[in-house]
């Protein structure tokens, strides 16, 4: 046999044999056969992508929210009080916002106060956004320790932070 007819031997040898070792065509790619396995795992892929790009959407427009929360903290136009209601609102609407709090905290009493706690350090210690005119560190930890008086401030907050 010739070069060409032994290897056109050797593809019709695989490619009948290939039925009864799924496996290994399909780790090959060659399972063509199974054409209608192939779009239904093409259309789930496609669904869990969707999937992706709505919650990536939402986190998105999460953070940019707390960025406008924060920069209006920061310089003094709201309270942390409201900052902690407005931002916990949309916190407690995206889960996987709320286990990076969670994460972030774990000695907070509830998921209000560790909103307000990323509220405070983000706001004490972003020097990126504009400072209203008092300093606000210090008016964020008042605003802290008035809202959740029996918490220890945190570490940012304090004189060593």
């Not at 239904?40 to 869990?48: D, E, I, L, M, T």
């Not at 209203?132 to 918490?151: C, H, I, M, V």
């Amino acid at each position: 046999m010739r070069a060409p007819t032994k290897k056109l031997t050797c593809v019709a040898v695989l490619a009948a044999a290939a039925p009864w070792l799924p496996g290994w065509a399909a780790a090959a790619g060659l399972d063509v056969w199974n054409l209608p396995g192939l779009v239904a795992g093409y259309k789930g892929h496609r669904r869990a992508g969707q999937e992706l790009d709505r919650a990536s959407a939402v986190l998105l427009q999460v953070m940019a929210a707390k960025e406008v929360i924060l920069a209006d903290l920061r310089a003094g136009r709201i309270s942390l009080a409201t900052a902690t209601e407005v931002y916990y609102q949309m916190v407690v609407a995206c889960p996987r916002v709320l286990s990076g709090l969670r994460a972030e905290f774990p000695a907070a009493e509830s998921d209000l106060e560790r909103t307000a706690l990323r509220l405070t350090v983000h706001g004490a210690t972003r020097t990126d956004l504009a400072a209203g005119p008092d300093d606000p560190k210090a008016r964020l930890a008042a605003e802290y320790r008035q809202q959740f008086p029996s918490r220890s401030l945190p570490p940012a907050l304090t004189a060593g932070g």
